[in-house]
């Protein structure tokens, strides 16, 4: 089992930067991949950025890549996901998930199996 605790969002007007942090707890947090979805409302949860248990590898949904990064601490139980020039179409609530799947499914929520509640960003124009 693995608990995790987002932080970090806010009301920010657009062009702004945000860090979100995800804090985990219980079984071993270095094991897990990690992934950042998103749902704004009405729409469909969508991946957004994932790293791999090492740190090694990662990846980002076309919307966000060249302002988001994704980040882990594996000494901390934190994973982070650094946003810079955000956008009015960036709001939505984002959630921290983290799972074992094999690395092809982290664009899916399938491929996860543990889930924050989430934190809400929110991009004025």
């Known amino acids: 089992q693995v608990q995790l605790v987002e932080s970090g969002g806010g009301l920010v007007q657009a062009g702004d930067s945000l860090r979100l942090s995800c804090a985990a707890s219980?079984?071993?947090?270095?094991?897990?991949?990690m992934g950042w979805f998103r749902q704004a409302p009405g729409k469909e949860r969508e991946f957004v950025a994932a790293?791999?248990?090492?740190?090694?590898?990662?990846d980002y949904a076309d919307s966000v890549k060249g302002r988001v990064t994704i980040s882990r601490d594996n000494a901390k139980n934190t994973v982070y996901l650094q946003m810079n020039s955000l956008k009015p179409e960036d709001t939505a609530v984002y959630y921290c998930?983290?799972?074992?799947?094999?690395?092809?499914?982290?664009?899916?929520?399938?491929?996860?199996?543990?889930w924050g509640q989430g934190t809400q960003v929110t991009v004025s124009s």
């Open positions: 998930s983290a799972g074992r799947a094999r690395w092809s499914f982290r664009y899916s929520p399938l491929g996860y199996s543990y």
């Open positions: 219980g079984s071993i947090f270095s094991m897990y991949d």
């Open positions: 790293i791999t248990w090492t740190g090694g590898s990662t």
